[in-house]
């Protein structure tokens, strides 16, 4: 693994199932995040954690929970998922969320269908 | 209310010449401000940022601009080549947080 992989590249998924996007990172940042990308409206945050065994909410977290129990992993889950979720989702890391400008190291994103 | 704003959603440019993108921030509190660059089906990666209590950064071709009594920053990349046909987000940090634009899809002709 180099850099910070996601899976799957994309999904369809029938409306009201369980889907757990995967975000695992090698760079031993603290930080993880994710994003949900749509047309207009850029990227926007839906969880964050700033260190392994914390979350915290972004802009956009309802209908979607999230676990850091360790330092590479970060997966996302939509627990019934609903057709407004379709999108593209990224998930991103940075060293330390304090230090300097938080550069963030995004993976090739999840393209997501829910019908 | 967007704390980021970039308002137009395409750029076209014709290779070699300068392309200026804009950005506009409501928050006087941001502490950094950084570019991304996505192409399709990929994830942005860093372009370039700086640092609130400055008013320019270059890295080569690229040159970022604050203007912090307008609350405006721009991204000039000069000359510019095909290579840079993607979309650019502005994005803005405050305690740690960081918010993106919408993004303006830069197309170079030939």
């Known amino acids: 693994i180099a850099g910070i992989t996601q899976a799957p590249t994309s999904q369809i998924l029938a409306a009201g199932r369980r889907m757990t996007l995967r975000c695992t990172q090698d760079?031993?940042?603290?930080?993880m995040y994710w994003y949900r990308q749509d047309l207009g409206l850029g990227l926007r945050l839906i969880h964050y954690?700033?260190?392994?065994?914390?979350?915290g909410k972004g802009e956009v977290p309802d209908g979607y929970s999230v676990s850091r129990a360790n330092t590479d992993d970060f997966p996302l889950t939509l627990a019934s998922a609903v057709p407004s979720q379709t999108s593209v989702y990224f998930c991103?890391?940075?060293?330390?969320?304090?230090?300097?400008?938080?550069?963030?190291?995004f993976g090739p994103g999840t393209r997501l269908t829910v019908l | 209310d967007q704390q980021v704003k970039q308002n137009s959603p395409s750029l076209s440019v014709q290779e070699g010449r300068i392309s200026i993108l804009n950005c506009d921030y409501t928050?006087?509190?941001?502490?950094?401000f950084l570019w991304y660059k996505k192409y399709p089906a990929e994830g942005p990666t860093f372009l370039i940022s700086?640092?609130?209590?400055?008013d320019k950064n270059e890295d080569g071709r690229f040159t970022v601009f604050l203007n912090k009594s307008a609350k405006h920053l721009s991204l000039h990349i000069v000359p510019s080549q095909p290579g840079d046909s993607a979309v650019y987000f502005c994005?803005?940090?405050?305690?740690?947080?960081?918010?993106f634009g919408s993004g303006t899809r830069l197309s170079i002709r030939p």
């Open positions: 954690s700033n260190t392994a065994g914390t979350t």
């Open positions: 994005a803005a940090v405050s305690a740690s947080k960081i918010i």
């Open positions: 928050n006087s509190m941001f502490d950094y």
């Open positions: 760079m031993r940042h603290n930080a």
């Open positions: 991103a890391s940075s060293v330390d969320p304090g230090a300097g400008n938080n550069e963030q190291f």
């Open positions: 700086i640092s609130s209590i400055k």
